[in-house]
């Protein structure tokens, strides 16, 4: 079955480091989103990716984030300058294009670790 | 504002018997929803999905209840096995992008 996959699996990173999150969605998957959940919460929207354009984002996600599809198969997440509460597991999902009721999908997620 | 919330935070059953968790929305545009368990150190995993013009939906072993009345969303879970043992959300499905709004989910374990 196919399935969304996501790397690293933790990354442990300096405050005001940049990081970046990576993602390889569903092959014929079109909408690609990015949540985060911090630890014991629930999981949090942050951005959505349609046609090479963020179609809907978060008070979360401010200027300090970013989403770039950078070739066919990617889909990444970028922290420009990270802050201590950006600690939170990171998952990508994604959905096909086909009917507006699709369940997305998602990975395993990458926990980050923000020193 | 508006939001999916769950009734329970845990819920203990015995092995072989049936589990019901609860869900309350919020949001009576909404129209689309999904139950999603989660596993300790993985990501949601799709279970089951119900359209609002439904109300009553079965898959293998679960059942999704939908109640627009009283906005409330049910998962039944046939004869409980230890591997059932996990977090379950509801989500709701909402916004231009069909973007997903998760309620707080709730811990089951399955007792031996």
């Known amino acids: 079955e196919p399935e969304v996959t996501q790397t690293p699996s933790h990354q442990v990173t300096q405050m005001g480091q940049e990081v970046i999150l990576r993602c390889v969605p569903i092959?014929?998957?079109?909408?690609f989103y990015w949540y985060r959940q911090i630890l014991g919460q629930k999981v949090e929207f942050l951005v959505s990716f349609y046609n090479n354009e963020i179609s809907e984002k978060s008070e979360i996600f401010d200027d300090q984030f970013s989403v770039e599809r950078p070739d066919g198969s990617n889909f990444t997440l970028k922290i420009r300058s990270t802050k201590l509460e950006d600690s939170a597991m990171y998952f990508c999902?994604?959905?096909?294009?086909?009917?507006?009721?699709?369940?997305?999908?998602f990975g395993d997620g990458t926990r980050l670790s923000i020193l | 504002g508006e939001s999916v919330g769950l009734h329970l935070p845990t819920l203990s059953v015995q092995e072989g018997d049936n589990s019901i968790i609860n869900c309350a929305y919020s949001n009576s545009a909404s129209d689309y929803f999904i139950w999603y368990k989660q596993e300790s150190g993985k990501g949601p995993q799709f279970i089951i999905d119900?359209?609002?013009?439904?109300d009553k939906r079965q898959g293998q072993r679960v059942t999704v209840l939908l109640n627009k009345t009283v906005k409330h969303l049910s998962l039944q879970i046939a004869a409980t096995q230890p591997g059932d043992s996990a977090v379950y959300f509801c989500a709701e499905n909402a916004g231009s992008a069909r973007q997903l709004t998760f309620g707080s989910g709730t811990q089951l374990t399955v007792l031996p």
């Open positions: 119900i359209r609002s013009n439904m």
């Open positions: 092959s014929n998957h079109l909408y």
């Open positions: 999902a994604s959905r096909e294009e086909t009917g507006s009721n699709q369940p997305q999908h």
